[in-house]
């Protein structure tokens, strides 16, 4: 549950922060009209991809930095501190002692301190148990699938977010515009948390198959165990609704990018999807 929450929570956050990042940028170029002179040199779809595609790398490579890190942290910590006051041991001192006490409490009580002994000898530590349940987890697919999903998702929501930067001057109008592509990110994390307790529910399932909210929902699944194939299909549409939807934001960009003094409607980007 702790690694279906984190795996849940650091993608939101990524997708949110990213593609908020991208957003800002095209803003920002478009408000210092720095975007005309680039427009001049580029494609404004390819000008819109590059930016995409050079925040996403940012993104992973500060992931990849925290994955450092934490594994630096923890290897230091366990040179200092020592690792088997990490695993939490059980006291080998305190073992012998209650063996000692059941020898000399007589033959009737050997029978049940040994039984006492051996069980305390015996019981797995908080440590150990969570390393047992990390040793039975399929890391290889917790890691391709939360790139996978981390790109895929990030570009699904980065190019509807740079949509939206090209169609307004300032970020006080991106209110509007920007409620219906927030919704079903704060869908996808609100029912990530229902995942938590009833990964195989129904709503769980069709949310994790949803392209805006399986990122997310997804995730939250997998640590549970999750079938390859119910992965693979959350994954192709995923893509699908990615391509679809980068399509429709680079025809917006196209012509939002160079639009100036009037604050955008739905039913103006409608029109610009519209032209050829």
């Known amino acids: 549950m702790i690694i279906s929450m984190v795996l849940a929570m650091a993608l939101y956050m990524f997708i949110a922060i990213f593609s908020g990042m991208v957003m800002s940028s095209v803003i920002e170029e478009k408000s210092s009209r720095v975007v005309e002179v680039l427009v001049s040199s580029v494609k404004s779809t390819e000008l ?4 995409i595609i050079g925040v996403a790398l940012v993104a992973l490579t500060q992931f990849l ?4 890190l934490t594994g630096l942290i923890i290897g230091i910590i366990g040179g200092v501190v020592g690792m088997d006051k990490i695993m939490g041991g059980v006291d080998q001192e305190q073992v012998r002692q209650m063996q000692e006490m059941s020898m000399n409490a007589g033959p009737t009580l050997d029978l049940q301190a040994l039984t006492d002994t051996t ?3 015996d019981a797995p530590t908080g440590m150990e148990a969570i390393l047992g349940t990390l040793g039975s987890l399929n890391f290889t697919q917790i890691i391709v699938s939360f790139l996978l999903f981390f790109i895929f998702g990030y570009l699904l929501y980065a190019s509807l977010f740079a949509a939206i930067g090209s169609a307004v001057e300032n970020e006080a109008d991106t209110q509007q515009l920007q409620i219906p592509v927030t919704i079903p990110l704060l869908i996808g994390f609100f029912v990530a948390f229902y995942a938590f307790r009833s990964p195989e529910s129904s709503l769980v399932w069709w949310f994790s198959m949803i392209p805006f909210t399986s990122p997310i929902v997804m995730l939250a699944r997998i640590p ?4 390859t194939w119910e992965i693979a299909l959350s994954i ?4 699908l609704t990615f391509i679809a939807c980068a399509w429709i934001s680079a025809k917006i960009y196209k012509v939002g990018i160079l639009m100036y003094g009037k604050k955008s409607t739905f039913k103006d980007l409608w029109k610009w999807i ?3």
């Open 65 to 68: 930095l925290w994955i450092v």
């Open 119 to 121: 069980a305390v000898a």
């Open 48 to 51: 819109m991809f590059g930016k």
């Open 224 to 227: 549970f165990g999750v079938p």
């Open 236 to 239: 192709g549409l995923l893509v």
């Open 274 to 276: 519209k032209q050829s």
